[in-house]
């Protein structure tokens, strides 16, 4: 199995462009999450989804869009890439209370 | 809305020496989590407490869920370098679907 594996490692935007990073669990996994993680404040859910087409916000949304066609993928798209949403992006899908992450994408908005 | 503190924020300890951490909230919490973050890689889960008073271990970490149910602590005994990392705290209630997240303590080893 491969985990929970996120593309890409690493992307630099420019104010106002657009992108998706994306997703994809092998575990068979119904919940799925997107964090982002900035110095000195852990991580905070952006969005979250507990299953195939059931998706809901978390405690920063705002500027990111998701979606849940399958149970593996759960892209999350930037609309409008901002300065203030350079961070480094983790999904994770778990099950009961283990939480599996992925590798992490690193997103500078210049 | 929730949130937990972890103390301290950041700490440097010799190699060999037993190291202390713990996390606090202002809301009571039903599952804590502790997991550990290596630089470059995503949190890995080290362990999960259930139930007010439990102390669990694995291997040379302990972790203790407080008896208010607000605070949980993690112990790491006879420290080595690949202890190395930023150490997360997570709680999760009855009514959420998700997990609150600490902001971490940074843990170096020196030799």
């Known amino acids: 199995n491969a985990g929970v594996t996120q593309t890409p490692k690493f992307q630099v935007l420019k104010t106002g462009q657009s992108m998706t990073l994306q997703c994809a669990q092998d575990?068979?996994?119904?919940?799925m999450s997107w964090y982002r993680q900035d110095p000195g404040m852990g991580l905070r859910l952006i969005h979250y989804?507990?299953?195939?087409?059931?998706?809901d916000q978390g405690e920063v949304p705002n500027g990111y869009n998701v979606s849940r066609s399958t149970t593996e993928d759960f892209p999350l798209r930037l609309l409008s890439a901002a300065p203030s949403q350079t961070s480094v992006y983790f999904c994770?899908?778990?099950?009961?209370?283990?939480?599996?992450f992925g590798p992490g994408t690193r997103l500078l908005v210049l | 809305g929730q949130q937990l503190n972890q103390s301290p924020q950041s700490m440097f300890i010799q190699e060999g020496e037993d190291v202390s951490m713990n996390c606090t909230s202002s809301s009571i919490f039903n599952t804590w989590l502790w997991y550990k973050q290596d630089p470059g890689e995503g949190p890995v889960l080290l362990i999960a407490l259930y139930k007010a008073g439990e102390l669990t271990s694995n291997g040379r970490l302990t972790a203790q869920f407080g008896i208010t149910r607000k605070d949980s602590f993690l112990n790491i005994s006879a420290s080595i370098p690949s202890d190395v990392g930023i150490y997360f705290c997570?709680?999760?209630?009855?009514?959420?679907?998700?997990?609150?997240f600490g902001p971490g303590t940074r843990l170096s080893v020196l030799p």
């Open positions: 989804s507990v299953g195939a087409g059931i998706t």
């Open positions: 994770a899908s778990w099950r009961g209370e283990t939480q599996y």
């Open positions: 575990m068979n996994h119904e919940y």
């Open positions: 997570a709680g999760r209630d009855n009514y959420g679907q998700n997990f609150v």
